[in-house]
């Protein structure tokens, strides 16, 4: 996308508009539910089932904070001059090439290496925690497919800067002044070049010497400046003209740092904080875009849009990231396992198969849609920012530092060198890039940064008796870096940040891959649950800080914080009520309390209907259906194993901390397309979900005979109604435990044990 030349007058870069008929809807309902709330926990009395709707209260009112005030941004790209454009570092982070498809990360990297940004301010480093010679060939070969599709990008204006998207249909472009016949001539080329690329890498990946030759867990720290297969300079250096700048190739490195089984690595923080110093030694850049490997850039100018709120001098100074939603490239129709993250990021579709329902409702919901946009990514951006999430950010390289807002790098130049070293290190070089502005271009050599230098920085012990990772740079008390960072290394410091979420019509700037099995699902899930309360019971408690940030802001922070604490309320109505109605017994004290908490239980569905159907653009009963499962076996699964992990390690006999378990990014994908569960490969991690399930099922067959033997007594109609719902929630479970015979079914020795442990409970109980 061309840029204009800057006018006399500042152009505004971005606009920002507070979404007020979204933010007085959520009000009413929300003031709507709590007073049925109230009034059900009122008539509910000191009951055993108090606790658990507690529960259930906390964290609802934690999740209205993120829907008070919702915002809308926009960014307008083609105003910002492109000759005072700041220099960035897009870092790449893969850790497992059999998890982490090779190719796949390489088209992350060519299609970061691809972006509408002056190539010589724009730097690409790969962090390979694997230490594997195969994702080294890998990249050395990404590079030469790079140094074909860069310039092509930039002649036909490619809209998709990922060459495997491109060529399986995505070829958006424009044609500009050049004849279509050699377009044609310059596709053909660029084809063979990726076909190319794709056979070496997959000869690479199946190369057994080159996996025969490395280990995981040790291997020395390596940093390599990536040249072309005939060994020319991959340097920024310019060609002399006045495009030189803005033609040149963007560096590519490929760093693996050292690891050792006896020293700490601290999972991706600790990869990232490498990267800054490895970084820092050769382009310094003062901006700094994070991105996972399966999360390719979509959209050329998407670095420009960050720009467009960094570099707007009506915006304050305290900026410390811009963040882009994820969005997904594989997800099914169905999306059973609600990888959407709708909740979130939101992500407005339109319906690809409407019903009369849907046409139904379009109207209104289109008409509601205008104005009502459901996310909390949009509300928290309404409060201070959202949360920083992951993948997808471009961030300030001195506010990753420790630098507080306006101070900048001035913050270092005025602090003694030996200082400087206790913090951040011994490196000379290092220390040096503190002080130095980092605001122009990336000129870098292969020759001007010894390999030692950069070596010593990727070291084992080069943190020690440092701040790295407690004050400086990505924090390492929480396996979820990315929300303790922003919360306590930016906000609390005084930062803000912004949600630049693209325009109807846009495309997505970022597209990742969703785990496609539910074994990955809830690994994943139990991996975030567990950082995420870790936090939220530590000293670092977000609560403790609404000084520091805001009262609303903290409570956006703690409902993250503590949404594994859902598994005791859901445990709770997983075997309370059914113990009950198979005893002829009921959860609830009097015949008005259930009419309450049916009128909660409708208030909060309908809210939940109506959030869905608007971000659909159609009544979306499906996926409201599939949230509702996944986030009931979600916290009856990974929470529940969150909760005993974090409880654990809190009491000391655990001893071990939170495991840092990586999804697959290779599983196949067509049972989740068909919208069928894939349970292959489930763990324990299944095991209460599908015990629940059994139990919930027995006490419904039970409970109703003994109901029809006492000649049809309703007393229990609440929990009727109940089982019979957790039933509609857990048939897949069912399904997959005595009706299904295929390998993907749940596995035997889960079903077995879940069918004894029921046993005897009923035998207790029953």
Avoid at 61 to 69: H, K, T
Avoid at 139 to 161: E, H, I, M
Avoid at 510 to 526: C, E, H, I, R, Y
Avoid at 719 to 732: D, G, N
């Amino acid at each position: 996308m061309a840029a204009r030349p800057s006018q006399d007058a500042p152009l505004q870069l971005h606009t920002v508009q507070t979404d007020q008929p979204l933010a007085t809807v959520n009000r009413l309902l929300a003031a709507l539910h709590v007073a049925l709330a109230a009034a059900a926990i009122a008539h509910r009395g000191a009951h055993v089932m108090l606790a658990p709707d507690l529960v259930l209260l906390f964290l609802w009112a934690l999740s209205q904070a993120p829907m008070w005030r919702p915002v809308s941004r926009a960014a307008f790209p083609s105003r910002l001059s492109r000759p005072a454009l700041p220099a960035v570092d897009v870092m790449v982070v893969t850790a497992d090439p059999d998890k982490e498809p090779a190719a796949k990360v390489m088209n992350t990297v060519v299609s970061a290496m691809a972006l509408d940004y002056p190539g010589g301010r724009l730097s690409v480093y790969l962090s390979d925690d694997a230490g594997s010679p195969r994702t080294l060939l890998a990249a050395r070969k990404a590079y030469a497919l790079a140094r074909a599709w860069v310039p092509f990008c930039r002649k036909y204006g490619v809209r998709c800067p990922c060459p495997d998207r491109f060529f399986a249909g995505d070829d958006q472009l424009d044609l500009g002044d050049h004849h279509r016949q050699e377009l044609d001539d310059d596709r053909l080329r660029i084809k063979n070049v990726y076909e190319t690329f794709k056979e070496g890498v997959e000869e690479v990946m199946n190369d057994a010497t080159l996996s025969q030759s490395w280990t995981k867990a040790d291997h020395h720290a390596h940093v390599e400046i990536i040249t072309d297969e005939q060994g020319q300079d991959s340097s920024h250096s310019n060609s002399g003209d006045g495009d030189g700048d803005e033609d040149a190739m963007p560096l590519l490195v490929y760093v693996s740092r050292e690891k050792r089984r006896s020293s700490t690595h601290h999972f991706k923080a600790g990869a990232l904080n490498v990267l800054l110093r490895v970084s820092s030694l050769m382009s310094n850049s003062p901006y700094v875009m994070v991105l996972d490997c399966d999360m390719y850039c979509n959209s050329r100018s998407s670095l420009l849009e960050a720009m467009c709120f960094h570099l707007d001098g009506r915006r304050r100074a305290d900026l410390a990231f811009v963040q882009f939603p994820q969005m997904f490239h594989n997800l099914s129709s169905s999306d059973i396992y609600a990888n959407e993250l709708r909740p979130i990021f939101w992500v407005r579709k339109k319906t690809n198969r409407p019903c009369i329902a849907s046409v139904i409702f379009s109207e209104f919901s289109s008409n509601l849609g205008a104005c009502m946009v459901q996310t909390r990514w949009k509300g928290l951006d309404g409060l201070r920012g959202p949360i920083l999430s992951g993948t997808g950010f471009c961030v300030r390289r001195d506010a990753v530092y420790g630098a507080g807002p306006g101070s900048s790098q001035e913050q270092f130049s005025g602090v003694e060198v030996g200082e400087l070293k206790r913090r951040f290190g011994v490196s000379n070089g290092h220390i040096a890039s503190l002080r130095r502005s980092g605001t122009g271009s990336t000129i870098v050599a292969a020759g001007d940064v010894l390999p030692q230098d950069a070596e010593l920085v990727a070291s084992c012990d080069y943190e020690t008796g440092t701040e790295w990772g407690e004050d400086v740079g990505f924090l390492y008390q929480s396996v979820v870096e990315d929300y303790f960072t922003g919360y306590r290394q930016l906000y609390c410091r005084g930062w803000t940040s912004v949600y630049c979420f693209p325009a109807t019509g846009s495309r997505p700037p970022f597209l990742g891959s969703v785990p496609t099995n539910l074994n990955d699902a809830l690994v994943q899930n139990k991996r975030w649950m567990s950082g995420l309360l870790a936090v939220g019971l530590s000293r670092h408690c977000p609560l403790a800080s609404a000084a520091a940030i805001s009262v609303p802001q903290s409570m956006g922070f703690a409902y993250y914080a503590f949404t594994p604490l859902y598994a005791f309320p859901l445990l709770c109505y997983a075997t309370v009520p059914q113990l009950c109605f198979l005893r002829g017994a009921t959860s609830f004290p009097e015949a008005a309390s259930t009419l309450w908490f049916a009128a909660v239980f409708a208030s909060s569905s309908l809210q939940h209907l109506v959030e869905v159907s608007v971000a659909k653009r159609g009544l979306a009963a499906r996926t409201w259906w599939n949230e509702q499962r996944f986030w009931a076996l979600n916290a009856v699964t990974g929470q529940i194993f969150a909760c005993l992990g974090v409880a654990l390690s809190l009491v000391g006999a655990g001893g071990r901390a939170v495991d840092f378990d990586l999804t697959s990014k290779a599983s196949g994908d067509r049972l989740y397309r068909d919208g069928v569960f894939d349970f292959a490969g489930c763990s324990a991690l299944l095991l209460p979900a599908t015990t629940l399930c059994l139990l919930n099922a027995a006490a419904l067959v039970g409970g109703v005979w003994k109901m029809v033997g006492r000649g049809g007594n309703v007393s229990g109609t609440g929990e009727l109604f109940l089982l019979c719902y957790v039933a509609a929630l857990s048939y897949p479970l069912l399904q997959g435990m005595f009706l299904r015979r295929d390998p993907a079914r749940v596995p035997a020795r889960i079903t077995a044990v879940s069918v004894a442990i029921v046993a005897t409970l009923l035998s207790l109980f029953g």
